[in-house]
């Protein structure tokens, strides 16, 4: 008997693949990462069953027969409450995971600016490279915040140190407006 549960339905994929080239391990292995997908073991991967997911399923099924190989899709439901309870505890760990190392990526950034502000380093170059970077963040954070679907305890953290990070980066441009309009020394 199953759970039904939204939480418990899985969509689970055995992927088999030939061996060589490698290319094709690695461009499905990098697709189910990207797509949040939760490894568990040698070719087999599960996420939940929520449409945020099923793009992500749908390339690497594609990626997996262009390169010769066998996917197979399975629904799945766990057949005790404990283990729909394991299969959410292990996803949810894969998310803290990610969500750790986006907040050490905020720490990065802001360390970043705090150095081009010690070095007055104030370009209009070099701002807009921060720029590049915050956005990158901000991609980063929508896309784990969708594949985030069982509420990872780093997500709201990670909410606000984006809100700190964009706010330094809006100190920083400030700074750079203020050295690119200065008038030159000894010249009004």
């Known amino acids: 008997m199953s759970n039904a549960d939204p939480g418990s339905r899985w ?6 693949l030939p061996a060589e080239p490698s290319r094709h391990r690695v461009a499905v292995w990098r ?4 797509a949040g997908a939760l490894s568990l073991g040698q070719g087999i991967w599960a996420v939940p069953d929520v449409p945020v997911f099923a793009d992500g399923i749908t390339r ?3 990626l997996t027969e262009q390169a010769g190989g066998q ?3 399975l629904n799945a439901a766990g057949r005790r409450v404990q283990d729909a309870s394991r299969f959410q505890a292990l996803f949810t760990a894969a998310r803290s995971e990610d969500w750790q190392e986006f907040l050490a990526d905020c720490g990065k ?4 600016l705090a150095k081009e502000i010690r070095t007055a380093k104030f370009t209009l170059a070099e ?3 921060e720029e590049q970077s915050l956005e990158r963040l901000r991609r980063w954070h929508r896309d784990l915040t969708a594949r985030d679907v069982f509420g990872a305890p780093e997500a709201a953290e990670a909410g606000r140190r984006l ?3 964009a706010a330094a980066c809006e100190d920083y441009a400030e700074r750079v407006f203020t050295a690119l309009h200065q008038a030159p ?4």
């Open 11 to 16: 969509v689970v994929l055995v992927i088999k």
């Open 31 to 34: 697709e189910l990462r990207k």
């Open 60 to 62: 690497a099924v594609t």
């Open 71 to 73: 996917a197979v899709t």
């Open 109 to 112: 950034f802001e360390q970043e």
């Open 127 to 129: 701002l807009e490279e």
């Open 163 to 165: 809100k700190e990070c």
């Open 185 to 188: 020394e000894g010249r009004q």
